[in-house]
């Protein structure tokens, strides 16, 4: 099976224009917990599944993977997968913060050629396609020209909860402490999917998720390689959806950032 990527990028942006008017208007529903301060909505899982239904009916035989698995996702051996995060920051969309997106990518052979990401409480969409660059509510976007950590805002991924935490965030308390001494300032989003597309647009600079869930990075990551802005694990190596973490920053700036980051990083962290 072959798909035209431009009609693929039109279902994926039609899709997540549902979740989006879904994410707008209906409440959260049941608020149940997965882990220790990891939540889950009834309004993930509806709009995971509205969705999911609306890309089977516009392109059948897709594989399907989204965060909220309950049974509905697929495995049907395409090289063509898409990949749904309902809610991205769904402790925010619970308090009440804006900081919140559906994110949607379409993969061939786990590398995304279309990433679609809908933020309707403020009211940005933002969409992109392998080659054909990176773009915001229709406006061509690009990474900033930030030439120093000093002048760079630079996000950072949410502390980790649940089991084996205490470990993981001495790395990630390692890291705010460097960046805390070398970069302009310091921002905790609380959606990976807003750290990348806001590194693509520019209006920040680099963000450091010291994670790598394909739900929250896929179609961030292509965002961000279209607008310019360059994309890798913390170890300076090529970002994959296998990669171990995810680094994104303006090419001015990147090889400083991995330079601090390999600082912070005595033993190895998965995330």
């Given at each position: 099976m072959s798909l035209e990527v431009?009609?693929?990028?039109?279902?994926a942006r039609a899709a997540v224009a549902r979740g989006c008017e879904l994410l707008r208007t209906a409440g959260p529903g049941e608020v149940r917990s997965k882990d220790d301060r990891?939540?889950?909505?009834d309004l993930d899982v509806r709009i995971q599944n509205t969705v999911r239904q609306y890309l089977e009916n516009a392109a059948a035989g897709v594989d399907f993977l989204g965060e909220e698995a309950d049974g509905t996702d697929t495995a049907g051996g395409s090289?063509?997968?898409?990949?749904?995060?309902?809610?991205?920051?769904?402790?925010?969309?619970i308090h009440g913060l804006p900081l919140c997106a559906v994110s949607l990518a379409l993969t061939c052979d786990d590398v995304p050629i279309v990433g679609?990401?809908?933020?309707?409480?403020?009211?940005?969409?933002?969409?992109?396609?392998?080659?054909?660059g990176a773009f915001c509510n229709g406006r061509?976007?690009?990474?900033?020209?930030t030439k120093t950590?000093?002048?760079?805002?630079?996000?950072?991924?949410?502390?980790?909860?649940?089991?084996g935490a205490a470990a993981k965030n001495q790395r990630r308390l390692a890291v705010t402490a460097?960046?805390?001494?070398?970069?302009e300032r310091v921002r905790m989003l609380g959606s990976a999917a807003l750290d990348l597309v806001w590194v693509a647009e520019g209006r920040i600079d680099a963000c450091v998720l010291l994670s790598n869930n394909?739900?929250?990075?896929a179609a961030g990551v292509l965002l961000a390689r279209e607008a310019g802005a360059v994309v890798a694990d913390s170890d300076g190596s090529n970002h994959t959806l296998t990669s171990a973490h995810t680094v994104a920053a303006n090419p001015q700036i990147s090889d400083a950032l991995l330079k601090l980051l390999a600082a912070t990083d005595p033993l190895p962290d998965q995330g």
């Open positions: 431009a009609a693929m990028l039109d279902v990891d939540f889950v909505t090289r063509y997968r898409w990949i749904l995060d309902p809610i991205d920051g769904t402790s925010n969309f679609v990401i809908g933020a309707p409480f403020l009211s940005l969409e933002y969409h992109a396609s392998t080659g054909e061509r976007i690009t990474a900033s020209a950590l000093s002048n760079a805002i630079v996000s950072i991924g949410d502390y980790a909860v649940g089991a460097a960046l805390a001494e070398q970069v394909p739900w929250d990075v």
